[in-house]
């Protein structure tokens, strides 16, 4: 099992700003995921991260509102840029483990003003 | 498109009783199907996998069946607690490298 903390839990942030979310996890691995879950909605894939590699994003994201950092195997940043009310939302990552269940980390709630 | 379906509305059921969430899918063919729990503020937990050739699997007290031609997953949960309430996801995978589309989940709420 991996054990993955986020950093902030949660932030209030204001229209245009951006926010950067760290996920840490507890041992090396090499793909680390990024979700958006909105309020009674699931999960969605924003990013795939490798290490030493650009993400990979999903339909509907690109790198300049959501760039993502993998500068090692431990650890990941999602920034939230030029946020917008519709970017309130929970933001999690996960890791995999060897091809089949994922494990989480407990998400950053963020609200927009 | 892929679509996942879960039970909408939450589901009651009475402390002791099985409780069995569906989750179906239409327009693909996932070689692996997999089951998490959600608590409110937490993220998702790893629950069981199932693969396509593989009709049902158990852990404890939990128990999937995985029907292809159907397109369909259940979920139980036997003897079920009030420590059982949560949501529960359930996220078909194409392939074992594929990304998991999860579904919406089902909030389950189970009644001492």
């Known amino acids: 099992s991996a054990v993955i903390s986020q950093k902030p839990s949660r932030d209030i942030c204001q229209r245009g700003t951006s926010l950067t979310i760290q996920c840490q996890v507890d041992?090396?691995?090499?793909?680390m995921f990024w979700y958006r879950q909105q309020p009674g909605q699931s999960l969605t894939l924003i990013a795939t991260a490798n290490q030493g590699s650009e993400a990979t994003y999903e339909s509907g994201f690109v790198i300049d509102k959501f760039p993502i950092s993998r500068p090692n195997l431990t650890f990941s940043t999602l920034t939230v840029s030029n946020m917008s009310p519709e970017d309130s939302s929970i933001y999690l990552c996960?890791?995999?483990?060897?091809?089949?269940?994922?494990?989480f980390g407990p998400g950053t709630r963020l609200t927009v003003t | 498109s892929q679509k996942i379906e879960q039970n909408s509305e939450a589901l009651n059921i009475q402390e002791g009783k099985t409780a069995t969430l569906t989750c179906n899918y239409t327009n693909y063919s996932p070689a692996y199907l997999q089951w998490y729990r959600q608590d409110p503020g937490r993220g998702p937990v790893f629950l069981l996998l199932?693969?396509?050739?593989?009709k049902e699997k158990r852990k404890e007290r939990l128990k999937v069946t995985f029907d292809t031609t159907l397109k369909q997953s259940l979920f139980h949960i036997t003897a079920s607690q009030p420590a059982d309430s949560a949501t529960y996801l359930c996220a078909p995978q194409m392939n074992r490298d594929d990304k998991i589309i999860f579904g919406k989940g089902t909030r389950l709420h189970i009644l001492p």
């Open positions: 996960s890791v995999e483990n060897r091809g089949d269940e994922q494990y």
């Open positions: 199932i693969r396509e050739n593989e």
């Open positions: 041992s090396q691995v090499t793909m």
